[in-house]
Nanobody, 124 residues
Framework: QLVESGGGLVQAGGSLRLSCAASGRTFSTYTIGWFRQAPGKEREFVASIRWSSGNTYYVDYADSVKGRFTISRDNAANTVYLQMNSLKPEDTAVYYC????????????????WGQGTQVTVSS
């Protein structure tokens, strides 16, 4: 089960930090991804963090957020974060986190578990 939080209304240039709390004893080995869906648009990949081995994780970002968003995880808290800086009006969307057991993907249909989403609105 995945539960997102941290969304809200922010002015352009501002910051928000989203959280994705997960349940499960093997959380540390799951890939967690963030996706977003704006009104009238398809859901799109934002970022992901994939376990490699030991304490090594790989991250991936969509070009549109690279350099502005940072994904991280706290395995002790079973939580993944998405720090969003320099927000733009075009970042306005419902943000979803998703979990995947093996590997990573930017394709929505490759992800099996989804949270309910949290709204992010960036005003100009």
């Amino acid at each position: 089960q995945l539960v997102e939080s941290g969304g809200g209304l922010v002015q352009a240039g501002g910051s928000l930090r989203l959280s994705c709390a997960a349940s499960g004893r093997t959380f540390s080995t799951y890939t967690i991804g963030w996706f977003r869906q704006a009104p009238g648009k398809e859901r799109e990949f934002v970022a992901s963090i994939r376990w490699s081995s030991g304490n090594t994780y790989y991250v991936d970002y969509a070009d549109s957020v690279k350099g502005r968003f940072t994904i991280s995880r706290d395995n002790a808290a079973n939580t993944v974060y998405l720090q969003m800086n320099s927000l733009k009006p075009e970042d306005t969307a419902v943000y979803y986190c998703a979990a995947k057991f093996l590997g990573s993907s930017r394709t929505v249909t490759d992800w099996g578990s989804w949270g309910q989403g949290t709204q992010v609105t960036v005003s100009s």
